[in-house]
T-cell receptor, first 116, second 114 residues
Framework: DSGVTQTPKHLITATGQRVTLRCSPRSGDLSVYWYQQSLDQGLQFLIQYYNGEERAKGNILERFSAQQFPDLHSELNLSSLELGDSALYFC???????????????FGPGTRLTVL | AQSVTQPDIHITVSEGASLELRCNYSYGATPYLFWYVQSPGQGLQLLLKYFSGDTLVQGIKGFEAEFKRSQSSFNLRKPSVHWSDAAEYFCAVGAEQAGTALIFGKGTTLSVSS
């Protein structure tokens, strides 16, 4: 158990819909990352939040957004869903040092999204 | 841009045999290198990491990896594979141009035969 929790575990929805994925980081971790894992693209970084503020963006679509709340949990919002958005979405958390150095990330179990 | 290549998509090893999974990377000034394992239906678990210092790093479950700057490689090894090691293995590098996010290779699926 990594200490990172994600809900829901599975999500099935239709094209055009909007869903919200939730993540709670490990206790004490201020940094949260979202990744998408699909068969064709592999594991891709989407977005990072640090202590409530957006820190970095990866290959995140404009239809996707995220936020991190004062209690440090994070939500990833996916809208106008398409078939190609079907994937496993992972949240990870880490301790980021004062100098912003890279550290190991601890991953949650993921949310499997199926768009029909 | 930083990138990670795992040349082998699928490897089959006999139980008890040795294992080496290959990883090549491109990086900036300081390589932050990781190996993660993903069992079916599970999240990613960190096996080991390299930040600096001794180029041979030990991880969990009997795994080790060697950083070779001259070859831009960070190969994962295990002297004797167990059936429970069957999983997907990902090499990752810290992405300096993307905050502190990780860039992952495509992964290598390990099958263990009896």
């Amino acid at each position: 158990d990594s200490g990172v929790t994600q809900t829901p575990k599975h999500l099935i929805t239709a094209t055009g819909q909007r869903v919200t994925l939730r993540c709670s980081p490990r206790s004490g971790d201020l940094s949260v990352y979202w990744y998408q894992q699909s068969l064709d693209q592999g594991l891709q970084f989407l977005i990072q939040y640090y202590n409530g503020e957006e820190r970095a963006k990866g290959n995140i679509l404009e239809r996707f957004s995220a936020q991190q709340f004062p209690d440090l949990h994070s939500e990833l919002n996916l809208s106008s869903l398409e078939l190609g958005d079907s994937a496993l979405y992972f949240c990870a958390s880490s301790v980021v040092g004062l100098a912003g150095e890279i550290n190991e990330q601890f991953f949650g179990p993921g949310t499997r999204l199926t768009v029909l | 841009a930083q990138s990670v290549t795992q040349p082998d998509i699928h490897i089959t090893v006999s139980e008890g045999a040795s294992l080496e999974l290959r990883c090549n990377y491109s990086y900036g000034a300081t390589p932050y290198l990781f190996w993660y394992v993903q069992s079916p239906g599970q999240g990613l678990q960190l096996l080991l990491k390299y930040f600096s210092g001794d180029t041979l790093v030990q991880g969990i479950k009997g795994f080790e990896a060697e950083f070779k700057r001259s070859q831009s490689s960070f190969n994962l090894r295990k002297p004797s594979v167990h059936w429970s090691d069957a999983a997907e293995y990902f090499c990752a590098v810290g992405a300096e141009q993307a905050g502190t996010a990780l860039i992952f290779g495509k992964g290598t699926t390990l099958s263990v035969s009896s």
